[in-house]
């Protein structure tokens, strides 16, 4: 049967439909496909020397190899099952502390740099700078580096612009060009309009520094009551990536401040609260479908004494924390200590490895149009199944043989960069 409308009437009630189209994409285009972290590691400034990367890697493993030495203890400490997931999931954490320990690191010069004076920071940007120029060099950097700038609302706006400057430019000096995965974190948003003084601020540099235009990107920490709603009661979260005129890779949330600024009490000041997984939610319907990736924040329990209560204290509640995350859809988190690195991954590996029997059966059902499993995945399903495949690729929680052995697929790890690929 031929269709009855009329084409030209039918042209008629689709015009502008391809307009909106375009409209939607270029507001919602997609996730980048490049890797995501699964952390990153915080460190002040001063406390950056030029072995960090390893000795932190090193360090870590040896808390793991003396508080948790094998899989009953590494299951008890992390909250794992006991058994071969635990044996599993531990040799796969003693391997990523040995070849990549931290997978994001920002040297900060923000909260965790409190106290130093304007000459102590211009020194100590210099010097962090000069550091991290010679992980790069010799190979043992992180794939992904940055730094946390001071915060346009605390009256030091000259004061983040100048350590900007320096650190950018002493990284220029050092290797001629920039780490690929490096990024910038701008902290304490109290207003839209610091979000569009700082793109200008970076146009601004990178005319200076002889940069392409966009290379320096950044992350927002939407950590202050008016980044989440403004002054004229509108969720200020659009309008801030907005402001960011592209550049915005990432938004963190910021688990203190934000806590504190709605008046909770200490005890309650934690990632777990549900006053954060309200703004959790609020970013995830922001930005879904956006190239902004989303972090969560950081537990902020260190262990007091090199001991193995104390260090299982520490390593169960923070991965109690990474666990919420996770349970939210938040697959990245940042880290104050080198104990988090061992939960971090002990957690994530072991979310990944805990349901991949099944993912990669679903896969490989799906890829051969085989619809005996019991499941009718639908192609939006699919894509989740094949992202966590991804994601655990590139966290070194699967392997690729074991991906190709399974699905006959072949999965690479993405590369670490914050570049378009």
């Not at 031929?2 to 994409?25: F, I, Q, W």
């Not at 650190?167 to 910038?184: K, N, R, S, Y």
């Not at 990107?217 to 009551?225: A, H, S």
């Not at 499993?373 to 690729?400: H, I």
Request: net charge negative; aromatic share 6%.
């Amino acid at each position: 049967m031929e269709p009855r409308s009329n084409p030209a009437t039918v042209e008629r009630l689709l015009a502008g439909v391809e307009a909106a189209e375009d409209r939607y994409r270029a507001g919602w285009p997609g996730a980048p496909e490049t890797r995501q972290p699964v952390q990153v590691l915080y460190v002040p400034a001063d406390r950056i020397t030029a072995d960090l990367p390893t000795a932190l890697g090193t360090e870590a493993g040896r808390l793991l190899d003396t508080h948790a030495p094998d899989a009953p203890a590494f299951a008890e400490a992390m909250g794992i099952e006991v058994g071969a997931l635990a044996e599993d999931v531990r040799a796969r954490v003693v391997a990523k502390l040995g070849t990549e320990p931290i997978e994001d690191l920002r040297v900060d010069l923000e909260d965790g740099y409190l106290g130093r004076s304007e000459d102590q920071e211009a020194l100590d940007a210099v010097a962090s700078a000069r550091a991290v120029a010679g992980w790069v060099a010799a190979g043992t950097a992180p794939p992904f580096v940055g730094l946390r700038v001071k915060s346009f609302s605390d009256g030091l706006a000259r004061r983040s612009v100048a350590t900007l400057d320096r650190f950018v430019g002493t990284l220029l000096e050092e290797l001629g060009d920039l780490p690929a995965g490096f990024v910038i974190t701008f902290p304490k948003i109290v207003t839209v309009a610091h979000v569009a003084a700082f793109v200008e601020v970076l146009d601004h540099l990178e005319d200076v520094h002889d940069l392409p235009r966009g290379r320096l990107r950044f992350e927002v920490q939407i950590e202050t009551t008016p980044s989440v709603l403004g002054p004229e009661g509108r969720v200020e979260l659009r309008a801030i990536r907005e402001a960011g005129a592209g550049r915005i890779c990432a938004a963190h949330l910021g688990v203190y401040d934000y806590t504190a600024g709605l008046g909770l009490p200490p005890r309650e000041q934690r990632l777990e609260h549900p006053a954060c997984d309200f703004v959790r939610h609020l970013l995830q319907v922001t930005f879904a479908g956006t190239d902004v990736r989303l972090s969560d924040g950081s537990n902020n329990a260190v262990p007091t004494a090199d001991t193995r209560q104390e260090l299982h204290r520490v390593w169960s509640r923070h991965a109690a924390a990474v666990r919420h995350s996770l349970a939210h859809g938040y697959v990245q988190g940042w880290d104050l200590h080198v104990s988090h690195l061992v939960s971090r991954y002990a957690t994530v590996f072991a979310d990944l490895r805990a349901g991949i029997d099944e993912v990669l059966e679903r896969l490989q059902r799906w890829y051969a149009d085989d619809h005996t499993g019991g499941v009718l995945d639908e192609p939006a399903t699919v894509r989740r199944l094949e992202a966590t495949v991804q994601r655990a690729v590139d966290a070194g929680a699967l392997g690729t043989d074991e991906v190709r052995v399974r699905t006959g697929r072949s999965v690479t790890p993405r590369p670490a960069t914050l570049l378009a690929s």
